[in-house]
């Protein structure tokens, strides 16, 4: 049996930070997957950062998103350095664009208060708003412009994550799933194999109920909400700024030439699919958002899980104990994963290796 101080059971974004964060403090770690990394909800993502477009109110989640997104410059550069993978981190900006009269009347309300605390924004009309980007097909309400928002290429920076990860140290065990936990508190994966770690991180995304039901543990409660995205070439100009309109969607240029356009919200259980109904929807979102749009070839699609909480607010913190062995969650970033995996990797790391959680925690 090999010993760990550190599994972490989950290579989406959040299980391949916390692992790099793990290794980078010398820590014996592994991560483990019962597929690759990257296969679930983190390799489907656009990977917005975007707390205040994507933030109703202030709170304890808004100053974690804004303290998540000035960690990710760090984060970036830590995981292209141990890996060689470049996350394709841009911070070019957000424009939030309302959709109409009432929309325009809460994003004023939320720039009010977004302002008050410190967030660098301002409202553009329409005229601002195409001068900021001209890719935008129109914005006759006006926008909220966040300057310092963007995005992160998610596959690339799982990818990177992962990589960094090995070599500093960690133990890559892809194809690994937990099939129960040892009498002594380490972990049984399907196939014989056992593994012993002082401490477990649960960070399996929508599955992470399952992982803990599977070990013996109470199974937070986290349900799957399928999201879907479609990815189109030949748009002719690509914005350079995130496009982002609430609840109808977003547009981002992704590598390559390619626009993405996002995201659905479903409760469709455990299947994993594109459907016809979702791309007619997203196609919409990019005729509405890009100029140019209408005439680009839809080159594909992706989709896949969110973990949510009832509250839709993320679980982290510890979940339990198996013998010797603690038990922690980093589950439940519902639509945020993304954003969160700094301030996710930095918590976990210390709460996993000190015992503590950081300061504002």
């Given at each position: 049996m090999t010993a760990y101080d550190v599994a972490v059971v989950g290579a989406g974004i959040a299980g391949c930070a916390v692992a790099m964060?793990?290794?980078?403090?010398?820590?014996?770690?592994?991560?483990?997957?019962?597929?690759?990394?990257?296969?679930g909800a983190s390799g489907a993502a656009a990977g917005l950062l975007a707390p205040g477009g994507e933030t109703d109110q202030p709170g304890a989640f808004f100053d974690a998103a804004r303290a998540s997104l000035a960690?990710?410059?760090?984060?970036?550069?830590?995981?292209?350095?141990?890996?060689?993978?470049?996350?394709?981190?841009?911070?070019?900006?957000?424009?939030?664009l309302a959709q109409d009269a009432a929309e325009v009347a809460a994003l004023e309300r939320r720039l009010a208060w977004q302002?008050?605390?410190?967030?660098?924004?301002?409202?553009?009309?329409?005229?601002?708003?195409?001068?900021?980007?001209?890719?935008?097909?129109?914005?006759?309400?006006?926008?909220?412009?966040?300057?310092?928002?963007?995005?992160?290429?998610?596959?690339?920076?799982?990818?990177?994550?992962?990589?960094?990860?090995?070599?500093?140290?960690?133990?890559?065990?892809?194809g690994a799933e937990v099939a129960g936990a040892t009498p002594g508190g380490g972990l049984r994966l399907a196939g014989g194999a056992h593994l012993e770690a002082a401490v477990v991180v649960i960070a399996a995304g929508a599955w992470s109920g399952s992982v803990a039901a599977t070990m013996g543990l109470p199974a937070p409660p986290l349900r799957p909400l399928r999201g879907q995205l479609i990815?189109?070439?030949?748009?002719?100009?690509?914005?350079?700024?995130?496009?982002?309109?609430?609840?109808?969607?977003?547009?981002?240029?992704?590598?390559?030439?390619?626009?993405?356009?996002?995201?659905?919200?479903?409760?469709?259980g455990y299947e994993v699919a594109v459907t016809a109904a979702a791309t007619e929807e997203l196609l919409t979102t990019a005729r509405t958002l890009v100029t140019g749009a209408a005439a680009a070839i839809l080159h594909g699609a992706r989709v896949g899980l969110r973990p949510a909480a009832p509250d839709r607010l993320p679980l982290l913190g510890e979940l339990g104990n198996l013998g010797d062995t603690r038990v922690l969650i980093a589950s439940g970033?519902?639509?945020?994963?993304?954003?969160?995996?700094?301030?996710?990797?930095?918590?976990?790391?210390?709460?996993?290796?000190?015992?503590?959680?950081?300061?504002?925690?």
């Open positions: 964060a793990c290794a980078q403090r010398a820590a014996r770690v592994a991560l483990l997957d019962r597929g690759q990394p990257g296969a960690l990710w410059p760090e984060l970036a550069a830590a995981a292209t350095e141990a890996s060689g993978i470049d996350c394709g981190l841009s911070i070019d900006g957000l424009l939030r302002q008050a605390a410190g967030v660098a924004v301002e409202w553009l009309d329409e005229t601002a708003v195409l001068a900021t980007e001209p890719a935008c097909a129109a914005a006759p309400w006006g926008a909220a412009w966040y300057p310092g928002e963007g995005h992160v290429d998610s596959p690339a920076s799982v990818r990177a994550l992962a990589t960094g990860a090995e070599r500093l140290g960690a133990t890559l065990l892809a990815v189109l070439k030949g748009v002719g100009r690509l914005p350079d700024r995130v496009l982002y309109a609430g609840r109808l969607g977003y547009a981002v240029a992704g590598r390559d030439g390619f626009l993405l356009v996002g995201a659905t919200e479903e409760d469709a970033h519902h639509r945020n994963g993304v954003l969160l995996a700094p301030v996710t990797a930095t918590g976990m790391a210390g709460l996993a290796l000190e015992g503590t959680l950081p300061a504002g925690w």
